[in-house]
C-alpha cells in the first residue's frame, strides 16, 4: 500500500491481534459481543484476523506495541 500511494509504511500492531481476538475470554466477548476464533501466540487462521480488523478495526504498532509475553517488556 505504501509503495503504490508512494507513502511512509505504517506498522501495524500485532498486539492488537494477540490480545484481542483470543477464544473463550470472556473480557473479549463482553468487549465484542463474540469471540474471534483465535488462539493469541498459539495461532490461528488469517481470514479470523481479517474480519476482526474489518469488524473492530486495525492499530497502529506506536498506539497498541508489541510486548513480550516472556519479558513483558515493550519490543
Known amino acids: 500500500m505504501a509503495r503504490k500511494n508512494n507513502a511512509t ?6 498486539q ?8 473463550n475470554n470472556e473480557f473479549n ?3 465484542f459481543g463474540k469471540t474471534y476464533g483465535l488462539w ?3 495461532g490461528g487462521w488469517m481470514n479470523y484476523a481479517w474480519r476482526f480488523q ?16 516472556g ?5
Open 9 to 14: 509504511p505504517v506498522r501495524l500492531s500485532e
Open 54 to 69: 474489518k469488524e473492530q478495526g486495525v492499530m497502529t504498532d506506536a498506539s497498541y506495541p508489541y510486548t513480550s509475553g
Open 16 to 23: 492488537q491481534l494477540v490480545d484481542c481476538t483470543l477464544t
Open 40 to 42: 493469541g501466540c498459539d
Open 71 to 75: 519479558t513483558g517488556k515493550e519490543t
Open 29 to 31: 466477548r463482553n468487549e
